[in-house]
């Protein structure tokens, strides 16, 4: 079991920047693949991008490679999501997730696959 809480949300205007953070309580963190999700108000939850137990692989979206950036710290129970260059289109609930995997360098794109979820946080981007 795990816990996870997400912060850093807020409004931004177009162009604008932002840090998420989710940090786990429970488990030991490292054994998890992380990831964050979005959905959007009328849309369904959408993959973001993924990160392997020991920090070292990623995984993005066609829609925000070379914008966001996922990274974790396993000494702080923490993964992060900074996101640059924000448009409109960003706008959505953010959620993070944690997925038990066997081998430390497996990334997760698929949504059913996670075990446990966040309750989200709201990022507004402002035209």
């Known amino acids: 079991q795990v816990i996870l809480a997400e912060s850093g949300g807020g409004l931004v205007q177009t162009g604008g920047s932002l840090s998420l953070s989710c940090t786990a309580s429970g488990r030991a963190f490292s054994d998890y693949a992380m990831g964050w999700f979005r959905q959007a108000p009328g849309k369904e939850r959408e993959f973001v991008a993924t990160i392997s137990r020991n920090g070292e692989h990623t995984d993005y979206a066609d829609s925000v490679r070379g914008r966001f950036t996922i990274s974790r710290d396993n000494a702080k129970n923490t993964v992060y999501l900074q996101m640059n260059s924000l448009n409109t289109g960003d706008t959505a609930v953010y959620y993070c997730?944690?997925?038990?995997?066997?081998?430390?360098?497996?990334?997760?794109?698929?949504?059913?696959?996670?075990?446990?979820w966040g309750q989200g946080t709201q990022v507004t981007v402002s035209s």
């Open positions: 997730a944690a997925d038990t995997v066997r081998y430390s360098f497996q990334v997760v794109r698929r949504m059913n696959e996670y075990d446990f």
